[in-house]
C-alpha cells in the first residue's frame, strides 16, 4: 500500500496509508445503496403513504422535475453534508476506514469538502471513468476533486509503524479517532498528559473538564457529551497522538 507523507504544522512528517482505489470504489456504492434506499423510501411515502400524488396532476414535466429535485436533494448534497458532519467521512468511508485529509497538515473543512462536492460533477462523467482515471494516474490517487482542494483520501486500516514511544501504549489493531492531534505539539501533548494524569489521581474533575475544554478549542472539535465522557476524549486524544506521530511512553 503506498503512502503519503504530510507535514503538520510543527514540520514533522508523519506517513498515511493512501486509500486504494478498490476501498474508494466500495465505499462510494455503499454510500450511492445508502441514498437509492432514501429515494425509494421518500417516493413510498410521497405517494403510497401520504398518497400527496395528486398534487402533481396537471403540472408541467418542469414543475415535476422540481418536486423531485427537492424530495431528492439530500441524496445530491450526501456527500459534502456528511463529511462536514464525519470529519472528512461518510457512512461508506467509515465503514471502509478511511477518511479525507489535507495534505498540508490541517484538518479538512467545509470549504475544502465543498470543492470535491463541485468536482465531484466531472469526476463522475462518464460513468465515473474521469474520477477512476485520475486516481489511478495521479500520485496519491486523488481525483480532480482531491487535487482542487489539496486533499487526499487516506486508510485508517493499518496502524504505522512506530519505532520508538514516548507517550502511550496502543493496540497493533488500533484506530485513531481525530486526526486533528497533528495540529499539536510533543511539548502540547505532554502538558496535556502530565495535567490528565495528577487531575486523574486526585478526581479534579474542574482540570479535567476545563483541559478537555481547552483541547476542544485549539483543534475546533464540537464533542457530543452523551457519546464520550471528557475523561475518555482526553485518553483518545494522547492514543491519537501517538498513532500519528509514532511515539509511546
Not at 441514498?35 to 421518500?42: E, F, L, S, T
Not at 481525530?178 to 486526585?202: C, E, G, H, T, W
Amino acid at each position: 500500500m503506498s503512502q503519503i507523507a504530510i507535514n503538520t504544522s510543527q514540520n514533522v512528517n508523519i506517513n498515511f496509508n493512501i486509500a486504494s482505489v478498490g476501498d474508494r470504489l466500495i465505499a462510494f456504492f455503499i454510500d450511492l445503496l445508502i441514498k437509492i434506499a432514501y429515494g425509494i423510501a421518500v417516493v413510498y411515502i410521497f405517494f403510497t403513504v401520504l398518497n400527496l400524488g395528486y398534487l402533481l396532476q396537471g403540472l408541467d414535466q418542469w414543475s415535476i422535475a422540481a418536486v423531485y429535485i427537492i424530495l431528492l436533494f439530500p441524496t445530491v448534497v450526501y456527500p459534502v453534508v456528511f463529511e462536514s458532519l464525519m470529519e472528512g467521512q461518510t457512512p461508506g468511508k467509515k465503514v471502509m476506514k478511511i477518511r479525507v485529509v489535507k495534505i498540508d497538515g490541517y484538518q479538512a473543512g467545509f470549504g475544502d469538502y465543498l470543492i470535491r462536492w463541485v468536482f465531484r460533477i466531472i469526476d463522475t462523467s462518464f460513468a465515473g471513468v474521469v474520477a477512476l482515471v485520475s486516481m489511478v494516474v495521479s500520485k496519491n490517487n486523488q481525483r480532480l476533486g482531491d487535487i482542487a482542494s489539496g486533499t487526499a483520501v487516506i486508510s485508517l486500516k493499518n496502524k504505522i509503524n512506530i519505532s520508538h514511544t514516548i507517550l502511550e501504549n496502543i493496540r497493533e489493531d488500533y484506530v485513531p479517532t481525530f486526526p486533528q492531534v497533528i495540529a499539536l505539539s510533543d511539548n502540547d501533548m505532554r502538558i496535556i498528559k502530565d495535567n490528565y494524569l495528577k487531575a486523574l489521581r486526585i478526581d479534579d474533575r474542574h482540570v479535567i473538564s476545563k483541559l478537555s475544554d481547552k483541547i476542544k478549542s485549539i483543534l475546533k472539535l464540537e464533542i457530543d457529551p452523551t457519546k464520550m465522557t471528557e475523561r475518555q476524549f482526553i485518553g483518545i486524544i494522547i492514543k491519537d497522538y501517538n498513532y500519528y506521530t509514532g511515539k509511546d511512553s
